[in-house]
């Protein structure tokens, strides 16, 4: 199963500004998800990052609001803009592995006060 | 589009003894994988086990397994001899073969009493 780290673990955000979460893996992926999990909630995907092409964004999430990088086959960003509390998650990543199965980042706790 | 439903949202269980989580899913697909996944206070998300809808046998990780039952789509979890460590959110994931799109159902909050 692949590593994976995230950064950072945690922040505390002022409305109205951004967080841009990093996500590290030991080997080269072609594909990266990036997941939002509302408290109290399930995880809901944001987008699919491929490297070397814009990412694919689920219904309900915009590029404006969630912009994504993928620069190369190890790395990853989301960014979150504009923050309002609504955006307080856990925000994951995560790689698919051998056998069809998913490995998941620690996450990123966001508080947006 | 596929969905997952999770019909209990809390479950408690003795320490030893065991407990099932139940998982219904509704999909028109032919090929896909459920998962369980399991996410303790830590909030990091392991995968506890797997299950290929074109297998019919049931999958078993040690004390973890599955009862599938594929006409009435329904994916239920196992959990025998539970440890105090079992204490987590457990959900279950279907994903459609070839899309590497994990949908979550709303999740079952497991506590083990010792």
């Known amino acids: 199963s692949a590593v994976i780290s995230q950064k950072p673990s945690r922040d505390i955000c002022q409305r109205g500004t951004s967080l841009t979460i990093q996500c590290q893996v030991d080997s080269q992926v072609t594909m990266m998800f990036w997941y939002r999990q509302q408290p109290g909630q399930s995880l809901t995907l944001i987008a699919t990052?491929?490297?070397?092409?814009?990412?694919?964004?689920e219904s309900g999430f915009v590029i404006d609001k969630f912009p994504i990088s993928r620069p190369n086959l190890t790395f990853s960003t989301l960014t979150v803009s504009n923050m309002s509390p609504e955006d307080s998650s856990i925000y994951l990543c995560?790689?698919?592995?051998?056998?069809?199965?998913?490995?998941f980042g620690p996450g990123t706790r966001l508080l947006v006060l | 589009a596929q969905t997952v439903t999770q019909s209990q949202p809390e479950m408690s269980v003795q320490e030893a003894e065991t407990v099932t989580l139940s998982c219904t899913y509704d999909?028109?697909?032919?090929?896909?994988?459920l998962f369980w996944y399991k996410q303790p206070p830590s909030r990091q998300m392991i995968l506890v086990i797997r299950q290929e809808a074109y297998k019919q046998q049931n999958a078993t990780e040690n004390r973890f397994s599955v009862n599938f039952q594929k006409a009435a789509k329904s994916f239920s979890l196992k959990i025998s001899d539970s440890q105090l460590g079992d204490t987590a959110m457990y959900f279950c994931a279907f994903m459609k073969g070839g899309s590497e799109k994990l949908v979550f159902g709303k999740g079952t909050k497991l506590t083990v009493n010792p």
């Open positions: 990052a491929n490297q070397g092409s814009e990412a694919t964004y």
């Open positions: 999909t028109s697909e032919s090929n896909y994988y």
């Open positions: 995560s790689v698919g592995g051998a056998q069809e199965t998913q490995y």
